[in-house]
């Protein structure tokens, strides 16, 4: 930015410098410098006049060069903000989905603790303490999986540059 700061006060200075040369110049015809002079004269202004306009394209290429470099790291940024807030929001059901199975893995033990402690030897209780335990245990290993995923989506970029 202090580059076209600096940009913008030598454009601004070389446009003074113009606007003082066209005011020193004399209006009348009678009033004219002489010929060498005059020439003299133009051909300094416009000499300046052409710095300047060179000067003012390259400030213009290189505003034109910074915007697009911060319009492609926007972009990027905004699509790396988009890749994260899925994975969150993946993160957030797989662990949602986990409390609900813990849950539910919870009821089932203390309804088996129960009957064993009854005498009662209760198959259905068994088998859906066994499910919902199974039904955890998937829901630990896509969580886990799910985790390797974004590790190994950070890592590629990076696997990428060094190969």
Avoid: C, F, Y
């Amino acid at each position: 930015m202090n580059d076209i700061a600096e940009l913008e006060r030598r454009i601004s200075a070389a446009l003074e410098r113009i606007g003082q040369g066209i005011d020193d110049w004399p209006d009348a015809p009678d009033a004219a410098p002489p010929a060498a002079a005059g020439d003299k004269a133009q051909a300094e202004l416009t000499e300046a006049l052409e710095a300047e306009r060179a000067t003012n394209a390259q400030l213009t290429e290189r505003v034109r060069a910074i915007k697009e470099k911060q319009e492609n790291m926007v972009g990027a940024l905004e699509r790396k903000v988009a890749s994260l807030t899925r994975s969150l929001d993946a993160a957030t059901q797989e662990l949602q989905r986990q409390r609900r199975l813990n849950g539910e893995l919870t009821a089932a033990n203390s309804a088996l603790s129960d009957a064993a402690r009854n005498g009662l030897a209760e198959p259905h209780l068994i088998n859906k303490s066994m499910l919902t335990e199974l039904e955890s245990l998937r829901a630990a290993r896509d969580a886990d999986v799910a985790e390797m995923e974004e590790i190994l989506a950070e890592l590629k970029p990076l696997i990428g540059e060094v190969a």
